[in-house]
């Protein structure tokens, strides 16, 4: 694998990572997953086919994407019919009712505009904070207390509504 490529390769994994660790159940199998994607990445790349930058991470989520459809297979073939099933957990409505959704988007509304952007990206994007303070134009640090301060103004607003979160 050449110079240019091992690079390209390298600059994505991180990307690819978080990809796969947020559909996967541990931390272990996101490093199997991604190992492997970056394995077939190499085999690829032997075949010298010149690929943009933005392409080569196209074809890497496709990868990855496949290879979690696989692994997924595999757990549940694993699974035979005496094992027990799967417990899901209760959704937040189930467990909670539609008020508290309510009470939940009041609450993120009620938050100064630089601090529910942030929370908004963190939970629901899955940004992490320095992709956060990179995309808003302030620090890591900034991104972080804006979050917490955030978060905390919620959570008060949840207490005094009568709702522990």
Do not use: N
């Not at 529910?116 to 995309?135: C, H, M, N, P, Y």
């Amino acid at each position: 694998m050449g110079g240019l490529a091992a690079e390209g390769l390298r600059r994505h994994y991180d990307l690819v990572f978080r990809y796969v660790r947020r559909r996967t159940r541990s931390h272990g199998e996101a490093e199997d997953v991604t190992q492997d994607v970056f394995a077939a990445a190499a085999a690829a790349l032997a075949h010298d086919v010149p690929l943009t930058d933005e392409q080569t991470l196209a074809w890497l989520y496709t990868v990855a994407r496949r290879r979690l459809v696989d692994e997924t297979r595999r757990a549940t073939r694993r699974i035979g019919p005496t094992d027990a099933p799967l417990e899901l957990a209760p959704t937040p409505e189930s467990e909670y009712g539609p008020a508290v959704a309510q009470e939940i988007g009041r609450a993120l509304a009620e938050l100064p505009d630089p601090q529910r952007e942030v929370v908004l990206l963190k939970l629901f994007d899955g940004l992490s904070f320095a992709e956060i303070g990179a995309r808003l134009a302030i620090t890591e640090a900034a991104a972080k207390m804006r979050c917490v301060r955030g978060l905390e103004q919620v959570r008060s607003s949840l207490r005094r509504e009568g709702i522990e979160p």
